[in-house]
């Protein structure tokens, strides 16, 4: 796996399992890898996985059963769009809506290019 010097790992990792749980790779009740197999399949150290099933865990989106594993919590797909929706709308909306402004696009520009593209993308 490819990691970035912007964000921790434990974080690149997280955002890796939220994404198969988004797009349907996995479903709620699904067990995760155990910590030292998803540490081997990454090539990172077992600790940060731990960090990054931590954070998940604390974040609502696995569960641990006590000397079984960690699987996919059944309502993860919905907490991992509202953690993402949240996400887009704290840090990037903004920067988003700051250019729009800078750029002269006005609010009825913009649903129309909204509209257009949510039709291509239906």
């Not at 997280?14 to 479903?27: E, K, P």
């Not at 887009?88 to 988003?96: A, G, H, P, R, S």
Request: glycine share 6%.
């Amino acid at each position: 796996m490819d990691f970035h010097d912007n964000k921790p790992i434990y974080l690149q990792l997280a955002d890796q399992v939220m994404d198969d749980v988004q797009s349907g790779v996995v479903n709620g009740g699904d067990r995760l890898p155990s910590v030292r197999e998803y540490a081997a399949r990454t090539g990172v150290n077992a600790n940060t996985v731990m960090r990054t099933y931590t954070h998940l865990q604390q974040e609502g989106v696995i569960y641990n059963r006590r000397g079984i594993g960690y699987f996919y919590a059944d309502d993860a797909p919905k907490i991992v769009r509202e953690m993402r929706l949240n996400e887009l709308l704290d840090k990037e909306i903004y920067n988003f809506m700051d250019r729009l402004l800078a750029s002269g696009i006005t609010p009825e520009r913009f649903n129309e290019i909204y509209t257009e593209y949510a039709a291509t993308r239906s």
